[in-house]
């Protein structure tokens, strides 16, 4: 879709597409003015990128604390059960509380 852009001198141009927009500024503005709108445009691409890394690397990080914390809960109910019993297994009760230790000893020092 083509837009018109009307100019102070009075002058009305036909803009398509941002090489267009470019030549008017170009024309109107200088080398300088174009060099930095483009460079502009560009950073802003580049931005672009970086968010949806930035987007991508938060999705991982929440699919890593749901199984972090889904492996805590596992250890925690184990010992929760082994409490329960009449006769207390300590071999099992220590595991199961050496594997909460080992889980929070990982993420606490990545």
């Known amino acids: 879709m083509a837009d018109v852009i009307h100019l102070s001198d009075g002058s009305d141009h036909t803009v398509i597409e941002m090489r267009d ?3 008017l500024v170009d024309a109107y503005m200088g080398d300088d003015a174009r060099s930095w709108l483009v460079q502009s445009m560009t950073e802003k691409d580049d931005l672009g990128e ?37 006769n207390i297994d300590r071999k099992t009760l220590s595991t199961a509380a050496g594997r909460i230790g080992s889980i929070t000893w990982r993420e606490s020092n990545v």
């Open 50 to 86: 970086y968010v949806a890394d930035l987007e991508n690397e938060v999705k991982g990080l929440r699919e890593h604390y749901r199984e972090v914390m889904r492996q805590l809960r596992d250890e925690s109910e184990k010992i929760a059960g082994l409490i329960r019993e009449k």
């Open 21 to 23: 927009m470019l030549d």
